[in-house]
């Protein structure tokens, strides 16, 4: 069966860094996301990245700060986030989809994922 499997949340200072992992397990993805989910807001698109030609997509407010990376022979996904500000503060989950991503002008719609993770907190104070 397909799995995704999220770890790595914790709590954080502001500037302070934190890195997510997602395990996938029954199938080969092309393209993986991060998404996120503040108490009150609305699911939120972070990254993604096309493990074909290692395209990646970021949200404004958290490029040059975070990166999303794949690991082909692990089939697992990071996240590194570092200069953490408390708005950074939600739900993070790994999304994936078989199709390609590269030529969408937006990456980051939740619909385009049909596999998710169980979600993991990160807290930034």
């Known amino acids: 069966d397909v799995q995704l499997v999220e770890s790595g949340g914790g709590s954080a200072l502001a500037g302070g860094s934190v890195r997510l992992s997602c395990a996938a397990s029954?199938?080969?993805?092309?393209?993986y996301s991060w998404f996120r989910q503040a108490p009150g807001q609305e699911r939120e698109g972070v990254a993604a990245?096309?493990?074909?030609?290692?395209?990646?997509y970021y949200l404004n407010s958290v490029e040059g700060r975070f990166t999303i990376s794949h690991d082909n022979a692990k089939n697992t996904l990071y996240l590194q986030m570092n200069s953490l500000k408390p708005e950074d503060t939600a739900i993070y989950y790994c999304?994936?989809?078989?199709?390609?991503?590269?030529?969408?002008?937006?990456?980051?719609?939740?619909?385009?994922?049909?596999?998710w993770g169980q979600g993991t907190q990160v807290t930034v104070s």
């Open positions: 999304a994936a989809s078989p199709w390609p991503c590269s030529a969408w002008t937006n990456w980051l719609v939740a619909g385009r994922f049909p596999y």
């Open positions: 990245i096309d493990t074909g030609d290692g395209s990646t």
């Open positions: 029954g199938y080969t993805f092309n393209t």
